[in-house]
């Protein structure tokens, strides 16, 4: 029996068990009748998690992109890839077969080629929502350059910041990106980053808004051109199952972005695997999911999960609400989506506007909806669920992480009965545990802990680039001996997960994580700033928005609050990007600070959600009295 399929539920308690009993077996057999292989491994699983190190498929030999395309072109060559519809619905979408897609990977891999990048070079992406974003990623996959896909929302210190930890050897962007009514300049984002980039060598441009820029002589050159010249036939590169695939940078909790780093055999499996299984993708489906490939969903499910199925896969350059709400609504019905896979604000956001915009689409092509970034909350699940499933799709409401590069808990569409809220069970393979405060197992249901994962599976990131020591502190240090997600979650009385937020100081917004503390930071270089504590409270729209409790130095004590608020978040838009901006800034003399020093920030996310019923022991703090002052001005 092949396991890459699950059929019923039955057959997903089966694959679920065997795939704990004998992880090896499981996933040694999915692996191998399921993609093609320069060579197969022997050895299929090593790890140490208390150093968290960890390799799959360990001696294999393969290319990712040759799974992604070439494998397909006999039976596949005239099928559609990628359906390209562009941000403004006047202008003409772009049907991509997989023969087309091959021609035009080829040529840019040979382009890098040309310009110098080699097997293990770093090279950043920073391009809007076009089929180059995806051409580009795949070319470095197939000569084992490591692509670094940076979202083109990014200011340019947080660009810069990623090119230089990564020493990125080449740039690729374009002239500007289309968002809506607006036009952004990304090359002359990209031009004031590198100015504190030694380590770039070349940057290509690809053509997209006819916008003027600079060229740089000697570094800067149009794409176009190069690709007319390059010729269309390029060997992959064989690769060895552990080599780098790319890295992708995520907030953490403190300080500097993390560079996830994830591997070539393992998430190829591993994200083929989930894709299938959790959408229930069939040959002639038509699946869209809505992210951007600068986030870790983009590159798991639009790119790879799909393509390494020989799926059709939509890529959308434009905004949910342009030219207005209808929009996605309208490319349901023009492509004949069938898997419909998106996040909670966008959802939230549609959902508070005339339902006309809806219903005028009969959008009777859809299968089977799905939800991504953060937990979908009740409201939203049936707004979502009655209006565009029509009662009929399921809804699966899918958890997971950059750092575990696919799909962990959700359910399996037309599998799994769903519930509101909850993501359900967990996928095969994925051994989901329940902590406590002592560091022990939560053996029953009907419980709340943090949540573990006891045993690796393939699609997990292997370190942080650079930085293999912060990898181990931060996901297997606090529990050792397993994964730790970050997330606290319940399990109800069946054994279904509900992710219930996270336990660190990272605050989900618009379902993008951000870190409180490079927030804080940007805030603190402000003339006018002494201190700052950003914290989340609960907003309709993006779920979480921020809040910032602010303290001036004593010049600043005499300037006007309005103005101070505008600069503080251009302040962080340019040192981060706009997604950080705070909805909320409170001017304090003080924060709640216990006596060694460490702001209590439990405290002000009580105050800043408006619930002053409990603020827990206060007798503790430096100064108690600071609390009543800052309840009594809260926004």
């Not at 699983?45 to 290319?63: G, Q, R, S, T």
């Not at 997971?400 to 809220?421: C, D, H, R, Y």
Request: negative net charge; hydrophobic residues 35%; contains cysteine.
């Amino acid at each position: 029996m092949s396991y890459y399929k699950i059929e019923n539920l039955e057959q997903y308690f089966k694959h679920y068990n065997k795939s704990v009993r004998e992880p090896r077996k499981f996933w040694s057999k999915i692996a191998s009748e399921n993609f093609t292989w320069y060579q197969e491994s022997e050895k299929i699983v090593e790890f140490d998690m208390a150093e968290a190190k960890i390799k799959w498929f360990v001696d294999a030999k393969v290319n990712i992109v040759k799974n992604c395309l070439d494998r397909h072109l006999s039976k596949r060559g005239e099928k559609t890839a990628i359906i390209f519809e562009p941000n403004n619905p006047t202008e003409e979408a772009q049907h991509i077969s997989y023969n087309d897609l091959y021609t035009r990977v080829s040529k840019m891999a040979n382009v890098l080629r040309e310009q110098g990048v080699e097997k293990g070079d770093r090279v950043c992406i920073y391009l809007p929502m076009i089929p180059e974003i995806a051409i580009s990623a795949l070319a470095c996959a197939r000569i084992g350059a490591i692509h670094s896909v940076v979202f083109a929302g990014f200011s340019a210190s947080a660009v810069a910041a990623r090119i230089n930890d990564s020493e990125c050897k080449m740039v690729i962007t374009s002239d500007g990106g289309f968002r809506g009514e607006k036009t952004i300049d990304l090359k002359g984002i990209i031009d004031e980053a590198l100015n504190n980039c030694p380590c770039v060598e070349k940057v290509l441009v690809v053509k997209r808004t006819n916008s003027e820029i600079t060229l740089k002589e000697g570094r800067d050159q149009w794409l176009q051109p190069l690709l007319d010249k390059a010729s269309d036939n390029n060997i992959a590169e064989i690769m060895d199952a552990e080599d780098p695939l790319f890295i992708l940078y995520t907030s953490g909790s403190t300080g500097k972005p993390k560079g996830m780093v994830h591997t070539t055999a393992g998430y190829m499996v591993y994200t083929a695997y989930s894709f299938k299984n959790v959408f229930n993708y069939e040959e002639n489906d038509v699946f869209w999911c809505t992210a951007d490939i600068g986030w870790i969903t983009g590159h798991s499910y639009i790119l790879y999960g799909p393509l390494l199925n020989g799926a059709t896969t939509v890529m959308f350059e434009g905004v949910p609400t342009y030219p207005d709400y209808s929009r996605f609504w309208e490319i349901i019905e023009k492509h004949k989506v069938t898997q419909f896979y998106t996040a909670p604000t966008a959802i939230r956001s549609l959902a508070k506007e005339n339902l006309s915009y809806v219903q005028k689409y009969p959008l009777k092509s859809l299968k089977v909806i799905g939800s991504v970034g953060e937990p979908i909350n009740e409201e939203a699940w049936h707004w979502y669920n009655d209006h565009v499933g029509g009662k009929r799709c399921p809804l699966v409401d899918t958890w997971w992480q950059t750092e575990t590069g696919g799909i962990l808990i959700s359910a399996l569409a037309f599998i799994t009965p769903t519930k509101p809220t909850y993501a359900s069970l967990p996928l095969p393979g994925i051994q989901a545990v329940l902590m406590d405060e002592k560091r022990n197992e939560i053996e029953d249901n009907q419980v709340t802990g943090s949540l573990c994962i006891k045993f690796p599976w393939p699609g997990i990131a292997r370190t942080i680039w650079g930085d293999h020591q912060r990898y181990k502190d931060t996901y297997f240090s606090t529990f050792p001996g397993k994964y730790f997600t970050g997330d606290g979650a319940l399990r109800d009385e069946v054994g279904y997960y509900r992710i219930t937020g996270r336990v660190d100081d990272v605050i989900i917004v618009s379902g993008h994580n951000l870190g409180t503390a490079p927030i804080e930071d940007a805030i603190n270089e402000h003339p006018a700033v002494a201190e700052s504590a950003v914290v989340g409270f609960p907003h309709d729209v993006k779920g979480n928005a921020l809040y910032g409790f602010v303290i001036l130095k004593e010049p600043g004590e005499y300037r006007d609050r309005a103005n101070l608020t505008k600069e503080i978040n251009q302040h962080i838009s340019d040192h981060i990007g706009p997604i950080a901006k705070l909805d909320k800034i409170q001017f304090v003399s003080g924060l709640p600070k216990t006596r060694s020093g460490k702001i209590m920030r439990r405290i002000l996310r009580k105050i800043a959600e408006g619930d002053f019923s409990n603020f827990g022991d206060t007798t503790t703090l430096l100064n108690p009295e600071i609390v009543e002052e800052i309840k009594e001005g809260k926004l």
